[in-house]
Antibody, heavy 120, light 110 residues
Framework: EVQLVESGGDLVQPGGSLRLSCSVSGFTFTTYGMHWVRQAPGKGLEFVSAIRDDGSSTYYADSVKGRFTISRDNSKNTLSLQMSTLRPEDTAVYYC?????????????WGQGTLVTVSS | QSVLTQPPSVSAAPGQTVTISCSGS????????VSWYQQLPGTAPKLLIY???KRPSGIPDRFSGSKSGTSATLGITGLQTGDEADYYCGTWDSSLGAGAFGGGTKLTVL
């Protein structure tokens, strides 16, 4: 069974930092690109970041570029998102998502999400 | 402001058919595959349609997708109360070098 389990969400002050992790199982992690997608309370889905299966390329939404860093450890089946200089508008549920592959950007497996709250 | 444009809401009676539109541009829908996602209240999104018109295993054929130019459409036939959810279209934007979603459409089954 495919599983993606996010962790690391927390309440953090504006300007602070946080690291999200996603532990995956049930599939060959090294052959899939991965994404982070977020959803602010009561709002729609927003692409945050993506990384290729081998980590060779990374992609970011303009809203997080320069503040967030996506990475993966293929030896530990783990995806990470390092977030810094956090703003109140970064408050959201963050989903770890598998890309079905083949350059289709079809997100076929989603974690349950982890809540990040940025507030003083 | 979402990159892709969807109607905020649609509604129809049980058993009826509904369509949800998704409008983009040459750099996103015009150049890349479109996916559709269903998000039931309080749950994570689920992939409904990928590569414009393909259904993952387990998705009933009541759900269909199509794409023409810079627009895509999700169709749902034989509406059920359990179909009440938020629906999102998604694709890649080659100019932005980033993923893109529509703002979401809330489906109400009256």
């Amino acid at each position: 069974e495919v599983q993606l389990v996010e962790s690391g969400g927390d309440l953090v002050q504006p300007g602070g930092s946080l690291r999200l992790s996603c532990s995956v199982s049930g599939f060959t992690f090294t052959t899939y690109g991965m994404h982070w997608v977020r959803q602010a309370p009561g709002k729609g889905l927003e692409f945050v970041s993506a990384i290729r299966d081998d980590g060779s390329s990374t992609y970011y939404a303009d809203s997080v570029k320069g503040r967030f860093t996506i990475s993966r450890d293929n030896s530990k089946n783990t995806l990470s998102l390092q977030m810094s200089t956090l703003r109140p508008e970064d408050t959201a549920v963050y989903y770890c998502v598998r890309d079905r592959g083949g350059g289709t950007n079809s997100l076929d497996c989603w974690g349950q999400g982890t809540l990040v709250t940025v507030s003083s | 402001q979402s990159v892709l444009t969807q109607p905020p809401s649609v509604s129809a009676a049980p058993g009826q058919t509904v369509t949800i539109s998704c409008s983009g541009s040459n750099s996103n829908i015009g150049k890349n595959y479109v996916s559709w996602y269903q998000q039931l209240p309080g749950t994570a999104p689920k992939l409904l349609i990928y590569e414009n018109n393909k259904r993952p295993s387990g998705i009933p054929d009541r759900f269909s997708g199509s794409k023409s130019g810079t627009s895509a459409t999700l169709g749902i036939t034989g509406l059920q109360t359990g179909d009440e959810a938020d629906y999102y279209c998604g694709t890649w934007d080659s100019s932005l070098g980033a993923g893109a979603f529509g703002g979401g459409t809330k489906l109400t089954v009256l």
